[in-house]
């Protein structure tokens, strides 16, 4: 159903790496906190137990390797995604690089072109859509993600009809950040 008076947003931008790095790194935020924590408490153990058996010179000269432990479980899962994100953006055909979304405010669901490509998406296979300061994540029913960037709106007013089509469509599966928040 198409009426005159619907809301259309149309997004069309190129994907570059960073559109994939920074949200996958925000998605693995807990994770890295984990790893980090683990590590140090790993250590922590480590240090107790050369500290209770009274081996202190020992102690010092394995430290090295006692701070390299928690920086390395950390460290590591930044560089693999870093490099993930931008193999997968270097691999992509330059057609392939160009998305156009089309959100109408009445539709069932959102189209998604790239490549020779062309998709509909029915709001009932999101699950939800979480919007941060630079960008919108859709997550669908299947474990798949899809990233929007907020770059790609050239206008105040795409934002805000963009969040009334998520928040007419999808409810209480739209978390939104409040309307004063429009970081780009």
Do not use: C
């Amino acid at each position: 159903m198409n009426r005159r008076d619907d809301k259309t947003v149309r997004l069309s931008f190129s994907v570059e790496y960073s559109d994939l790095f920074l949200p996958n790194l925000d998605l693995l935020k807990f994770r890295l906190l984990l790893s980090l924590g683990i590590g140090i408490s790993f250590v922590a153990v480590i240090v107790w137990i050369f500290l209770r058996l009274g081996e202190g010179p020992i102690l010092f000269e394995t430290a090295p390797l006692f701070i390299v432990f928690p920086l390395f479980t950390s460290v590591v899962p930044i560089l693999r995604t870093y490099s993930m994100s931008r193999k997968f953006v270097s691999r992509l055909s330059s057609s392939q690089r160009q998305i156009r979304y089309t959100f109408s405010e009445h539709a069932n669901g959102y189209e998604v072109a790239f490549g020779n490509s062309f998709s509909h998406i029915a709001w009932s296979d999101v699950s939800k859509i979480v919007e941060k300061h630079r960008y919108f994540v859709f997550f669908h029913y299947g474990r798949q993600v899809r990233i929007i960037p907020k770059r790609t709106l050239l206008r105040a007013e795409d934002l805000e009809s963009l969040r009334a089509i998520f928040l007419l469509n999808l409810k209480d599966r739209a978390r939104l950040l409040p309307a004063i928040a429009t970081t780009y």
